[in-house]
Every structure is written in structure tokens, then in C-alpha cells.
């Protein structure tokens, strides 16, 4: 059904561009901006399970929209200076934003080398655990497990399920059944049951969460480039609707001074990890502003209208993955066209650490 979903939105947008109605909104967006939000730049894969393929999107993809955007116009921004553009009165030009969430290594590979090559600023999420080497990427681990095991036994809420995952389909459905029911689960519950699934299954844990991290010198190496802004995420990247508010304040101070100290100099913005409405509340926007970020953001769908109207520390983002591919569509959805108010986020759990 998802994917389903998908190819109709996808459908929908590129006859919103083929008719030419986008173009009516992208003259009222004159001074509007977007920050893109892209987590995996890397080659296609061939594989035939790829649960998180969404995620994803190839070098070469990268460096057509990167053109694209110059053509439609639109200036290349760091997420500071989009912050600042919020608050001031509407302008004439379009303005963009790039982020990459999660310091993977196929960054430094593949996306890297294209922002390089066209001097565009971009900004860099780091949680600093898996830098270290001490945090899970369990939605990775989980990947691994589903990919490989035909039969799938674990504990969940207390009793023993069973699911089959002989063919593709079924191993789709076991792994989002199976990632919505982790995304729910406090860290530690959380960490005990990834931890007792690799041990059924074979899968190293902590060889997975390593492999996919940059190292210390490659943050340093991109820190010290002048289009680059590296912004914290945490230290273990957890969802914070799920700890309690002392808990995800230290996730934020604590991943803020670690980075400060490996780069030598102030961390001023964040990513809240995951990033959906669900994944956070008001509270833990509250909570950002107390570890002294100056701006915060998230993956909820938007634009950014200059004006005061957005909330500095829980700016909107477009997600451009790897399903809905073309350019067409992307410049439809950059036009506004497709936007609907947004939902205020829940006012979250437990009271505010002092």
C-alpha cells in the first residue's frame, strides 16, 4: 500500500507539472526558501530487499539537482543564514538549504566529492556516538537480520511471535512491522531487543553500526571546509518522544560538547533525531533552545517563509529520497504547491529539566 501511495503521489505531482498549474505558486513563493533534507548519497543498489532504499539517493542524482536548483534560480544558502532569512521580511530570491543527516561514510565518498566540485554550502548532522563507536544503528542491524533469515522469532510485549520472510513481499511487511514496533520502544528496551535478535541471527552489532559511521579525522577534514556547517544530532541518535525530558536534554548538551571539543569551535545547530512529528514534541523543542542551539531541524514537510512566521528551532524540511526520483516532481513541491499547514506538535511527556 505504501508503495502504492507513493507512485499516485508521484503520479500527482508530475501532472501538476506537466499542466503548468505549479507555476502560479512558484510566482507567489518569490523570497520563500527550502531546506532539503538527504541522509544517503551512494551508487544504486541491485539488491532485492532494500527496506530503507527511501533514504538513499545516487551521486549522479545528487549533482542533477544541485544543477537543476541553479537553473530554477535558487541561491544556495548554509542553515544559518536560512535561519536568519525567516525572520527578516519577505525577499525576491529563492533560497535552498542542503543537509545530510547521520556523518555516514558514504557521504564522505560520494556526496562530498559533488558538493566540492560545485562550491555549494551544505550542512552536516553528526550523532556522536556513532562516531565513537557506543551507539546502535539498530534499523540497520534489523535490515541485515530480515534480509537474511527466512524464519523470524523474537519476544515482543511479552510473548513469543513468529513471522515468515521467505520472499521479498514478506520479508517487506516483517520489517516494517518490526521497525514500527522499535521506533515505540524506550533505549533501553529497545537496545535489548536489536541486541537479542543479532545474537539469534548472527549478526554483529556493533560491526554494523561501525561501518557505517565517518571517523574523527573525516569530520575534522570536512569541518574545515568553508562551505560546510557540522551540526549535532545527539549522541545516540534515540527517539526522544520516547526518554524522559532529563534524559533527552543530556542526549542534546552532551552530543553539542563533544562535538564542540573534537572541531574546536561553537556547534550552534541541531537535528532532531529522526525528525518526524512523531518522533518529538514541543517539549523537546524547548529543550533544544535550553542546550543553546540557535536553531533546530526537523523532517516535518515545509517551506520556510521569510517573515517571522517559522519557529527557528523546529525548521521545516523536504525529504528527497530515493523513490520519488525526478526533478519535475521535485521542482513542484519546491513551488509550494503541494503544502498544507502544518500540525502543531504534541506538547510531549514529563516536566523540563532545569
Request: proline fraction near 5%; glycine fraction near 6%; include cysteine.
Amino acid at each position: 500500500m505504501i508503495a502504492r501511495n507513493s507512485k499516485l503521489a508521484h503520479a500527482g505531482l508530475e501532472l501538476a507539472h506537466a499542466s503548468g498549474v505549479f507555476r502560479i505558486a512558484e510566482r507567489r513563493a518569490a523570497g520563500t526558501g527550502a531546506i532539503l533534507r538527504l541522509e544517503h548519497v551512494r551508487p544504486k543498489s541491485t539488491a532485492a530487499f532494500q527496506p530503507l532504499r527511501h533514504q538513499e539517493i545516487t551521486p549522479r542524482f545528487l549533482e542533477r539537482m544541485i544543477r537543476a536548483l541553479q537553473r530554477w534560480k535558487f541561491e544556495f544558502v548554509s542553515v544559518a543564514e536560512a535561519r536568519e532569512r525567516a525572520q527578516r521580511p519577505r525577499g525576491n530570491a529563492r533560497f535552498v538549504a542542503l543537509t545530510f543527516d547521520g556523518a555516514y561514510r558514504d557521504f564522505l565518498n560520494h556526496a562530498y566529492p559533488v558538493l566540492q566540485r560545485y562550491e555549494v554550502p551544505f550542512s552536516l548532522y553528526v550523532p556522536t556516538g556513532f562516531v565513537d563507536n557506543i551507539a546502535q544503528a539498530w534499523w540497520l542491524a534489523l535490515e541485515v537480520i530480515v534480509a537474511r533469515a527466512p524464519r523470524i522469532v523474537l519476544f515482543m510485549q511479552g510473548e513469543e511471535r513468529r513471522f515468515r520472510a521467505d520472499s521479498a513481499e514478506q520479508k517487506y511487511q516483517v520489517f516494517d512491522v518490526l521497525h514500527a514496533w522499535m521506533m515505540q520502544l524506550p533505549p533501553a528496551e529497545l537496545s535489548a531487543a536489536i541486541t537479542d535478535l543479532c545474537s539469534r541471527y548472527d549478526v554483529d552489532l556493533k560491526a554494523v553500526s561501525r561501518d557505517i559511521a565517518m571517523e574523527w579525522s573525516d569530520l575534522l577534514k570536512v569541518a574545515a571546509d568553508p562551505h560546510a556547517t557540522v551540526g549535532s544530532a545527539t549522541v545516540s541518535y534515540p527517539v526522544l518522544a520516547n526518554v524522559a525530558a532529563p534524559q533527552a536534554l543530556r542526549e542534546m548538551k552532551m552530543g553539542r560538547t563533544i562535538l564542540e571539543a573534537a572541531l574546536g569551535h561553537s556547534c550552534e545547530e541541531f537535528a532532531y533525531p529522526f525528525g518526524a512529528t512523531e518522533t518529538f514534541s514541543r517539549r523537546d523543542v524547548l529543550l533544544a533552545r535550553d542546550a543553546g542551539f540557535a536553531s533546530a531541524v526537523s523532517a516535518r514537510t515545509g517551506l520556510i517563509v521569510p517573515g517571522g512566521e517559522a519557529d527557528v528551532m523546529c525548521l521545516p524540511r523536504i525529504a528527497w529520497e530515493g523513490r520519488p526520483r525526478s526533478l519535475r516532481a521535485l521542482r513542484v513541491v519546491l513551488s509550494g504547491l503541494t503544502m498544507r499547514r502544518q500540525r502543531p506538535l504534541p506538547s510531549g511527556a514529563g516536566e523540563l529539566a532545569s
